[in-house]
């Protein structure tokens, strides 16, 4: 990372008051820690203005590169579609000459993508209306151990990975299971047994928490974010990181991107562990190089419902995004027509 950051100490000077780009992500909070963690420092470092712009996902960026008319330098996208953005040659190679990924696992970035946060699906309760405390799931499958009323996604990529672990295949070997056809096969008779006690498949996280915050379902897979804000709303709801999802959000260059070479830079900066450790203190999805920890400015208390801290990432399967990329629409005609069953 030091030749990184000396090859910016030279760009800073040039860059003063000329150059902008456009970093484009998801808007509402999220947008809002990013700006104030990443961009609002990356700006005055390098002396530049970064504007920015929203998005809903991949669709817009193909639209972009399939036409010729790119106007976002930056963009961020949830992990699946930044792997099939990437099968699709809609991004421009990153330059890891300066970009650093000390810290990082290897399923945390690709050629044309890194990530920069973690999230992390989670088996979520509410202690009140149970008796006994799930830690797995299994336990979710156990509906007479655990009985109670029940919700999960209704998206085929996370719930194949929950199907074959509650069917006892360890977390580590889930997709070399799930690379045969036998074991999709698996997973989907795993998910008949548990969808007659499913009672809500949400299709949004603020649904998720709603569920949960107002006593209509018992347990479910929900995203740890959405959790805390249930919990910081009093409901005395709990989650485990064991056998949770974990995932990333990913940042990108469009191919071509109006300011290709300045966006490499700003990447650079801000997928560095002393910007990455501002992130927790905003939003609670966790920094995606483990150094962050090492800056001293994530708390203890932030530490212990981050995601990515390393007593939680531990217990968790990260995402196959390559995968994902490969087998996504074959496997969702299967889950709609199960869903429709």
Same mark, same amino acid.
């Given at each position: ?15 003063? +008051? ?38 809903? /996902? ?11 008319? !790119? ?17 699709? /040659? ?21 050629? &044309?993508?890194?990530? &920069? ?30 009985? /109670? ?13 929950? +199907?074959?672990?509650?069917?006892? !295949? ?59 804000? !249930?919990? +910081? ?8 990181? @064991? ?22 830079? !700003? ?44 007593? @939680? ?29």
């Amino acid at each position: 990372m030091a030749g990184g950051l000396t090859a910016l100490g030279g760009f800073a000077t040039a860059a003063v +008051a000329q150059d902008s780009l456009t970093f484009t992500s998801y808007g509402g909070t999220y947008q809002e820690a990013q700006r104030k963690a990443l961009l609002d420092p990356v700006e005055k470092e390098l002396g530049i203005t970064i504007r920015e712009d929203t998005l809903t /996902g991949i669709a817009q960026v193909r639209a972009q590169v399939l036409t010729g008319a !790119v106007t976002w330098d930056i963009v961020d996208l949830g992990l699946n579609d930044c792997a099939l953005a990437e099968k699709e /040659g809609l991004f421009e190679p990153l330059d890891y000459s300066i970009i650093s990924t000390e810290g990082f696992k290897d399923t945390a970035y690709s050629k &044309t993508w890194a990530g &920069t946060i973690y999230y992390s699906t989670t088996l979520a309760y509410n202690p009140e209306f149970l008796e006994a405390k799930p830690t797995s799931w299994a336990d979710f499958w156990d509906v007479e151990g655990f009985p /109670g009323a029940r919700a999960l996604q209704n998206t085929p990529g996370g719930n194949l990975e929950i +199907a074959l672990m509650a069917d006892g !295949v360890a977390p580590e070997e889930v997709y070399a299971v799930l690379k045969t056809p036998e074991g999709v096969d698996r997973a989907f008779a795993k998910l008949e047994e548990i969808k007659p006690h499913i009672d809500v498949w949400w299709t949004s996280g603020a649904q998720s928490a709603q569920l949960i915050a107002d006593g209509e379902v018992d347990m479910e897979a929900i995203w740890n974010g959405r959790l805390d804000a !249930v919990k +910081a709303s009093g409901v005395p709801a709990e989650q485990t990181f @064991n056998q949770a999802i974990l995932s990333l959000d990913c940042l990108a260059i469009p191919k071509g991107a109006p300011n290709k070479d300045l966006a490499m830079k !700003v990447l650079a900066r801000i997928l560095a562990p002393d910007l990455q450790a501002n992130i927790p203190g905003l939003i609670n999805y966790g920094p995606t190089t483990s150094l962050a920890f090492d800056q001293g400015k994530i708390t203890e208390e932030q530490a212990a419902i981050s995601p990515s801290a390393p007593e @939680n990432i531990a217990s968790q399967l990260p995402t196959d995004a390559a995968y994902w990329a490969e087998h996504r629409p074959a496997i969702q005609e299967r889950w709609d027509a199960f869903m429709t069953r």
